[in-house]
């Protein structure tokens, strides 16, 4: 059985930083992309930054030069360190791990941006 699971959510001030984290377990083979999505409420999902297991990224414009994503492939964890946050950014995240024949999706990690 494989679990995804994600932690580092939380309330943070326009400006601020916060770093999510996450980690997928169990038996798991041949993990292709690590990253993360977002919804925030009356949206749908969109992709935030994902990492290939040969280092190549992607990520939504809105967020490029303010977010970094990391991926450690021994450990299978992928890291979103988020800096110069907005209001906007608010949402729940969701880490993701896409192999050759499923993606894995984690339950979430809230993430909001407010004074």
């Known amino acids: 059985q494989v679990q995804v699971m994600e932690s580092g959510g939380g309330l943070v001030e326009p400006g601020g930083s916060l770093r999510l984290s996450c980690a997928a377990s169990?038996?798991?083979?041949?993990?292709?992309?690590m990253g993360w999505y977002r919804q925030a409420p009356g949206k749908e999902r969109e992709l935030v930054a994902v990492?290939?297991?040969?280092?190549?990224?992607v990520y939504q414009d809105s967020v490029k030069g303010r977010f970094t994503v990391s991926r450690d492939n021994a450990k299978n964890t992928v890291s979103l360190q988020m800096n110069s946050l907005k209001p906007e950014d608010t949402a729940v995240y969701y880490c993701?791990?896409?192999?050759?024949?499923?993606?894995?999706w984690g339950k979430g990690t809230l993430v909001s941006v407010s004074s």
């Open positions: 990492v290939y297991s040969d280092s190549g990224t």
């Open positions: 169990g038996e798991i083979f041949s993990i292709n992309a």
């Open positions: 993701y791990t896409n192999t050759p024949w499923v993606d894995y």
